[in-house]
Structure formats: structure tokens, C-alpha cells
């Protein structure tokens, strides 16, 4: 039986505007990060995995059973919406066992199932509360929980971690870890920082196309040589802005110290070529591809 | 600016659309084909206000249901039959008797001449009489205590209240001469869209009582459905300027389908009496001062409940304003408007002296509901100013806190 | 798929979801006896609250059903779920279609017992307008995504009834209070096109399978 997700030649519309432009993916067992802007096409292609869009041609399959068979699909993946959300009025583990239901998951196991995520994300202390009285961190967590319900071989979560504090974040990142043992998870994330220390294999996505696909290494290994640090005085920061993506910065008192991505060696004094970070590395990355960049992430 | 960007979003929205879609149904479905082929003078009721004609026919009317111990009353404009109990019906047989001036026996005597019958597959008779006379000389004035003291133990609605008696027992049939000054009104002094005018508001201002309260609720909550209402609570603007900027923007978008409509009924009037000369303002004038205070007060209201409770509260409670004010009013439709009332309603072109004989009630009552409109926007700012600063969050009916709250 | 499952997912709903607005259906029963006369009535004068309320009932009931489901993150989050989205949505139909039919024979055996003369298939006719009334309701909020425009349009068509009557023709809800004939087989057809349509537009325009 086949394991991985298989996307070949996938091309997705909404009305005449083209979202998905020629998709080509394999993604294996273990965490999958899915890297972009925002409005890169992560969600689009997330949704169409999960069997919740159409796409217009192209193949994809989740574990040998092709899209088009929304029902199976729905079966085995769980899927965890960008701003997840349920009822209001109910209570934490009548949500869960609510939608345990809506998986077709029998009444006797349900409960055992509900007992166990609870635990698992830590809720059980919270768990007659309502949905709507749970912190943005907490609804996260039932969030999470919901995903793993009937124990779906995929899991995908869409910026699972913005607005979260770093705790949170940090707790998030763990509890996917460890579902992440002989299943998929793919996390799809603006945050570079979600991503490494949790996935091994990524792609880059930007205005609906992959721009880069592989490991977190070989991303590391693709910007060697491209990444700077350089002592720049505070008058000419604005023009370094302009002229070179920056994509680090510290202040000291009389100098600033940038790290910058850049072709050729850049044109300053004492700039040092440095060991690419995984942030740097991804910008390096979006601008060999073509892509906008210059006036950094401040 | 904010004023040009609120009116586009509204009329971009779907509400508005329909909005715009069902105001021209109900207006061509109603107005444009009553005017069609113009209007019709052949005959018409008029009401005399003859006291002696009033007080027989209400005096005969009370016999029979007296008699029947069945009074047909319409409390909130439907069919009700109220059954008074012993006490009550003895009340009204005193009244009975001093109305005709008999002593028990006479009285007796006098119910027993009544004509029986059988209505549908009931086996209760009611009784119908036709020649009681009230007791010579018998004074209006004592006459209305009666009946208003009828109409209350009657629960009101009853045919006894002061505005049904005018409308139901002191209609007569109008002369030819009579329905020929009513023709030369409509034409010289109404000047035709005079009196179009006014029929065109009585229906519209239907629908503005009740149809711009989806616009209003819609655009109030759009914010918090779209999760922006943090974004726009931390914005600069004054809540007196961003609650008034919206409201303005809601009146204006939804008086113009309205004043389009005007224009077509002013095209229409000018196709249909051709050559007669017309007053080309008055389609205009009358129904902005006639219609406005409603559409004022339906959005502001609309705006008001939806920032303290809720969308579907505030189109609630205007649903019930609505019903009172239009299908449970008085059952007269044209000639009588009161002071208070939100709809006026004038259904007739003609009837020029009736209106005219409101017409200080009719003034008062848009400027009374222009006034309500303007506080409760005014409170709307206090309400939308309290739940930007954290100190007022919405009044919830149900769900934690509620005031409803079912105990758990 | 376990019929437990099932009557979970529709318990949950009943209670959560819908258990409100049951109850201002239930209101509008009790509010009836209050505004018309219900004793003694002859055909045509008892068709007039039963075909006045009932309405009201069913764009109460069926208007809303999709609303739970408005905010996109929870649409999501149901819509993974193996369960079909439009049994669930066919469920929550032919729940407010059983309170509306409970509440209707409700109000009719009230009538019949305080002697109004009111028949079986009278109570079929105002089922089959409250059901119409309450499909365009389902419909119009089904087809904007947006349940103020479903309640305006539903409102909306219900006050052009008390207005327009005979006008509407076959269409009329008030068809036996303002005897216009074989109106009650259309509007019964009307409901059941409406609540299809909408299912199929959810299907095909929503991804809703």
C-alpha cells in the first residue's frame, strides 16, 4: 500500500483566476513543511489535499486513493482550518465528540477517543468550558485534537501557530511532533521558525507555484555563499534596505550589523560571508526565483 | 471620503440588492398598477360623521351581539369573537337600556324582536336587528363614553372604538356632484400628482417601516462577522462621526431606489393625463417629507438594537413594530392619521379634504418620528462608544451572562 | 456509517444549533390564540389563522439552517468530516419540517376541538405554505451565504401575502382564506424545488457533498 501523497500536474482555478499553477509533489511519511508569503496558494493547495476544493486536472492521490474520492479522503486525513472554529455554544468535549461523530466514529470508542485527546492537548481541565470562553491557544489545541479524532493516516494543519505566544507555539510544535510517528503531517507556515526545528522535508510556495522543493539541509546548502554580515553605519541602512534583501539586523550604538542575502559578494566594507541561516536561506531562496523581496522583513 | 466607501459597501451588498429588488415589486405590484389607465371616479363612500346615523347603527350592531353574547372584534387587525362574562354582559345591557330608554321588561321585550339566525355549521344563533331608536335627545358626548367604555371591556379592536364608529356606521354613498368635485380636486386643486403622490407614500411607507431594518442590521454586524471590528474600534475616528457616517450613508443609498421610483410614477402620471396641467414637484415634495422620518426611524432602530443586542433581534422587534403599525392599525385607511403614527397611511388619490383635515397631526408625526430617529442614533454612538472601550460589551439574550439564560 | 452517529449528530444539533429557534416557533403557537379568534369558526374564517401563523413557523424554522456553518472556520472544520454535509443539512430539514408538522396539528386540534370547522387536508394546505415559506427562506440564505438576506427575503415574501393576496395567484400562501384554487399542490411543489435547489446549488457552487 502506498504512503506518500502524490501531486502531479495539478492545476486549480477559482472562476478564471488560476490559483494552482502545475503542482508537482511528493510528500513521505514525517512532519512536510509547506513554506510561503501569505496568499501563496498554502491554503488553496492544503484544502485541495484535504478534498474540500476541486482542482481542474492534473493527479493527485493521498496514499493510493485518488482526490476525486472526497469520502475516503475525508476518512483518512484530518484537517485543521487556518482560523479553526466550532460552535460557540458547545462544550469543549461535546464539540469533540460532536465532530467524532461527523467522522462516523462509533459511540463506545468516541468516548475513549475524547478521553485520550483531552489529555493529550491538555484540555481535560477545561473541557466543560465552551468553545467560545477558550483562549486563542487553547482553541488551537481542541483544534489539533479534532484533527487526530478518528486517527487519520494525513494530517494537515494550516498556520497552526500564528497567534500563538512562543510557549504555545513551542508546545504546538512538540504535540505535532509526536503525532507526526508513521503518519504525514503537513504544516503549512509563513513563520520560517515552525519549520525548523520540526520537518525535515519542505517546499517553497509563491503565487501559486512551488518554487523550491526538498530538504531543510539542501535549502541551507543552496544559499552557502550568498549570505553576509556587514558593519553598515546608521545613515546608510536605508539605502542597504534598498539595494540588498536584509534579512537580519542588530543595532549596536553607533553601527548596525545586517545580514544580507546577495548574488555576487556585496560592495561594502568588512562584509563577511557567513553560514546561511534557514531565514535567510528562504529568502535567499523566493529571490533567486524571481521574487520580490528587497525591503526585507523588518 | 468614509461617506463615499460606507455607501459603496452597502451598495455592493446583497441586502441592499434585494433591498432595491422587493421596495420595486411591492411598488409596481401596488402603486403603479392601481394607477394604470388613471383613476377611477365612478364611486366612492364618504364619511359624513352624522351623529344620529352613528349611534343607530352602533346602538343595532351592540343589540345583536349582545343578544349572541358574541362580539366580533379585530384587536390586531384579525377576526377574534370575544365572549363577555355575566357581570360584563349585565354592564351592557344597563347601557343598553339607558341608550333606548327602557326599563327591563321594555328591554326584554325589545331583545326578543330580534331576527335569528344560523352562520356556517355553528348550532349558536345570532341575532340580527335593524329598527332600535335611541332614546330621543340622547347626547354624542354620553354616547362615545359608552362605547369607549364597550371597546375597553371588549379587550379593544372592537367595532365600538371611537375611529371604527366613524368608519363604519357614517359612511354614505356620494352623490354624482359630490364625486364630481372630488374629480375637480384631484385635477385643480391636487393638480394630479397631489393626490398620486399620496397613495404612492401610503404604500411605500409600508416597506420603509420594515425593509431598510435588514440593510441596517446587515452593515452593523458586518464588522464583527468580518472580525474588523478591533481593527476599526482602534482607528482614529470618533464613534460620533463613524456611527453617523454609516447611518447617514445607509439613509442616503436606500432613498434613492426610492426617489427612482418617484420618478417613475411622476413619467407615469404625465402618460396618463396628458394634457392636464400637472404639478411636477409634488411627487417629489410630499413623499420626501412623508417617507423619510420612516426610512430614518426603521434604520436607526435597525442600527440601535443590532450594536446593543443583535442582528436577528433587531429585525425581530422591527417586525413587530411593523405589524402594529400597519396591519394591526386602525382599519380606516385613508382620512385619519394620528399623531404618533410611524406608518400614515392615506389609501386613496382623491380624498384631498380628509388629509388636509390630519394635516396638523400629519406635520406633527413626521417631525416626532424624525426626532426618536436622531436619539436613538445618538444612543447607537453611546452603545457603539461603550463596546469600543471595553466598558459595554452587547446585551446577550442567551449563552453566558444571558439575560434569558436557561438555568443549567 | 453507525447510526449512532447519526442521532449524536442530530441531538447535538437540536440542542445546540436549533433548540432556539424550536422554541419561537412554539412562541409564534402560543402567540396565536392571542391575535385571532380560534373558537367557532366557519372554513373560511378558520383558514385565516391557519394559513396566517403557520408561515411564520416555518421561516423560522428552516430559514437558519445553515447558519451554525456561517463563520469559515467551522464550514472547514465540518466539511473534513467524513459524515456528507448535506445528510447532515437533509436532517436538520426534516427535523423543523417534523416541528412545524407538530406544531400545525397542534394548532389545528386546538381549533377542532373549540369547534372551528377545520379539516385534515387544512392542515395539510398550511403545512405545504409554511413549508414554502420556510424553503425560500432556506433557499435565499443557502444561495448569499448570508442568513439576514434569507430571513428579508422570507419576511418579505410573507408581507407582500398580507398585502397582495390574490395577486400572487397560485403562489398565494393565503390561498383558502382568499379562495384561489389548486394553489396548496404548487406551493408544496415550490418547497420541495426550493429545498433541492438549494441542497444542489450547496453541492455544485459550495463544494458540499
Known amino acids: ?298 | 471620503m468614509l461617506f463615499r466607501l460606507e455607501c459603496k459597501k452597502i451598495v455592493r451588498s446583497a441586502a441592499f440588492l434585494i433591498y432595491c429588488v422587493i421596495s420595486v415589486l411591492f411598488i409596481a405590484t401596488n402603486y403603479y398598477s392601481d394607477c394604470k389607465g388613471g383613476v377611477y371616479f365612478g364611486e366612492g363612500t364618504k364619511i359624513v360623521e352624522d351623529h344620529e346615523l352613528i349611534m343607530y347603527g352602533a346602538l343595532n350592531s351592540l343589540m345583536g351581539e349582545y343578544a349572541a353574547n358574541k362580539y366580533v372584534c379585530y384587536p390586531f387587525g384579525y377576526y377574534k369573537a370575544v365572549h363577555l362574562k355575566e357581570k360584563d354582559q349585565q354592564k351592557i345591557a344597563g347601557y343598553l337600556r339607558e341608550m333606548t330608554g327602557t326599563d327591563e321588561k321594555e328591554f326584554e321585550e325589545l331583545l326578543s324582536t330580534g331576527e335569528k339566525y344560523y352562520v356556517g355549521m355553528s348550532d349558536k344563533p345570532v341575532y340580527g336587528f335593524h329598527d332600535v331608536r335611541m332614546t330621543e335627545g340622547f347626547s354624542y358626548d354620553r354616547f362615545l363614553e359608552i362605547m369607549t367604555d364597550t371597546d375597553d371591556m371588549l379587550g379593544g379592536g372592537s367595532d365600538y372604538a371611537p375611529d371604527s364608529l366613524l368608519a363604519l356606521y357614517s359612511g354614505v354613498d356620494m352623490t354624482d356632484e359630490e364625486l364630481k368635485e372630488e374629480y375637480r380636486a384631484f385635477i385643480e386643486d391636487d393638480k394630479v400628482t397631489g393626490g398620486l403622490a399620496r397613495l404612492f407614500c401610503d404604500y411605500v411607507g409600508i416597506d420603509l417601516a420594515i425593509l431598510p431594518v435588514f440593510v441596517a442590521a446587515w452593515l452593523t454586524s458586518a464588522d464583527r462577522k468580518r472580525r474588523m471590528h478591533e481593527l476599526v474600534y482602534t482607528r482614529k475616528i470618533s464613534s460620533a462621526k463613524l456611527v453617523f457616517t454609516r447611518y447617514a450613508a445607509l439613509v442616503f443609498t436606500m432613498f434613492i431606489p426610492v426617489v427612482l421610483e418617484m420618478i417613475v410614477a411622476l413619467i407615469q402620471a404625465v402618460v396618463e393625463y396628458n394634457g392636464e396641467s400637472l404639478d411636477m414637484t409634488a411627487m417629489f415634495t410630499l413623499p420626501t417629507f412623508w417617507l423619510l422620518p420612516n426610512l430614518l426611524f426603521t434604520t436607526a432602530a435597525g442600527v440601535l438594537i443590532t450594536e446593543v443586542f443583535s442582528a436577528p433581534a433587531a429585525i425581530f422587534a422591527q417586525v413587530v413594530i411593523w405589524f402594529k403599525a400597519t396591519i394591526t392599525a386602525s382599519r380606516m385607511l385613508s382620512g385619519k392619521i394620528g399623531r404618533f403614527d410611524l406608518v400614515c397611511r392615506h389609501n386613496s388619490p382623491t380624498d384631498r379634504s380628509a388629509f388636509l383635515m390630519n394635516h396638523d397631526n400629519f406635520i406633527f408625526s413626521r417631525i416626532f418620528w424624525t426626532v426618536i430617529s436622531l436619539v436613538l442614533v445618538v444612543l447607537a454612538v453611546y452603545a457603539y462608544d461603550a463596546k469600543r472601550g471595553g466598558r459595554f460589551n452587547g446585551i446577550r439574550l442567551f449563552g453566558k451572562g444571558g439575560l434569558l439564560r436557561r438555568k443549567a | 456509517m453507525a447510526s449512532g452517529c447519526l442521532a449524536r449528530v442530530v441531538s447535538s444539533d437540536v440542542r445546540h444549533n436549533f433548540l432556539i429557534h424550536y422554541l419561537a416557533a412554539a412562541a409564534v403557537l402560543l402567540m396565536t390564540p392571542v391575535i385571532f379568534g380560534l373558537a367557532e369558526l366557519d372554513r373560511s374564517m378558520a383558514a385565516l389563522p391557519l394559513e396566517t401563523m403557520p408561515p411564520l413557523m416555518g421561516l423560522i424554522l428552516l430559514t437558519p439552517l445553515l447558519s451554525p456553518e456561517q463563520n469559515e472556520g467551522i464550514l472547514d472544520t465540518v466539511r473534513s468530516k467524513k459524515m456528507s454535509r448535506q445528510l447532515v443539512t437533509g436532517l436538520r430539514v426534516l427535523c423543523s419540517l417534523a416541528v412545524l408538522a407538530i406544531l400545525i396539528a397542534a394548532l389545528g386540534g386546538y381549533m377542532k376541538y373549540n369547534s372551528c370547522d377545520v379539516t385534515l387536508g387544512m392542515c395539510a394546505g398550511a403545512f405545504a405554505g409554511a413549508a414554502a415559506l420556510g424553503a425560500l427562506g432556506f433557499f435565499s440564505s443557502a444561495v448569499t451565504d448570508n442568513v439576514i438576506v434569507g430571513y428579508m427575503v422570507s419576511v418579505m415574501y410573507f408581507f407582500m401575502n398580507l398585502f397582495l393576496k390574490n395577486k400572487l395567484g397560485r403562489f398565494c400562501l393565503m390561498s383558502m382564506s382568499c379562495n384561489i384554487k389548486g394553489s396548496k399542490p404548487v406551493l408544496a411543489a415550490a418547497a420541495l424545488v426550493l429545498i433541492a435547489a438549494a441542497m444542489l446549488f450547496r453541492r455544485i457552487f459550495r463544494n458540499e457533498q
Open chain 1, 1 to 298: 500500500m502506498d504512503n506518500n501523497i502524490i501531486i502531479r500536474n495539478m492545476n486549480k482555478f477559482y472562476g478564471k483566476k488560476q490559483a494552482l499553477f502545475n503542482i508537482d509533489l511528493t510528500i513521505e511519511q514525517g512532519m512536510f513543511g509547506l513554506l510561503g508569503r501569505n496568499g501563496a496558494g498554502k491554503t488553496t493547495l492544503m484544502k485541495t489535499l484535504a478534498a474540500l476544493h476541486q482542482k481542474k486536472d492534473g493527479e493527485v492521490t493521498v496514499c493510493g486513493v485518488p482526490v476525486e474520492k472526497a469520502k475516503k479522503i475525508r476518512a483518512m486525513t484530518g484537517y485543521l482550518p487556518q482560523d479553526f472554529s466550532m460552535y460557540p455554544n458547545m462544550r469543549t468535549d461535546e464539540a469533540l465528540d460532536y465532530l467524532g461523530a461527523l467522522a462516523g466514529i462509533p459511540s463506545q470508542e468516541r468516548k475513549k477517543r475524547v478521553e485520550e485527546l483531552l489529555e493529550k492537548v491538555n484540555l481535560t481541565s477545561h473541557r466543560r468550558k465552551k468553545v467560545k470562553e477558550l483562549s486563542g491557544g487553547m482553541k488551537r489545541r481542541l483544534g489539533i485534537a479534532q484533527a487526530l479524532l478518528h486517527d487519520p493516516k494525513v494530517i494537515i494543519v494550516d498556520e497552526p501557530t500564528a497567534g500563538l505566544d512562543p510557549e504555545e507555539r513551542i508546545r504546538f510544535r512538540n504535540l505535532l511532533c509526536e503525532v507526526a510517528e508513521n503518519r504525514i503531517v503537513i504544516l503549512s507556515t509563513h513563520i520560517v521558525g515552525d519549520v525548523e526545528s520540526t520537518c525535515e522535508n519542505i517546499a517553497i510556495m509563491d503565487e501559486g507555484r512551488i518554487l523550491w522543493k526538498g530538504t531543510v539541509n539542501e535549502l541551507l546548502e543552496n544559499a552557502k555563499g550568498h549570505i553576509y554580515t556587514a558593519n553598515i553605519e546608521k545613515q546608510y541602512m536605508s539605502q542597504i534596505k534598498k539595494e540588498y534583501i536584509v534579512t537580519g539586523m542588530v543595532t549596536q550604538a553607533d553601527y548596525t550589523t545586517v545580514r544580507l542575502v546577495s548574488d555576487a559578494e556585496p560592495d561594502l566594507p568588512n562584509a563577511v560571508l557567513t553560514e546561511p541561516d534557514l531565514e535567510s536561506a528562504y529568502m535567499y531562496c523566493l529571490h533567486s526565483n524571481g521574487c520580490s523581496v528587497k525591503g526585507g522583513e523588518e
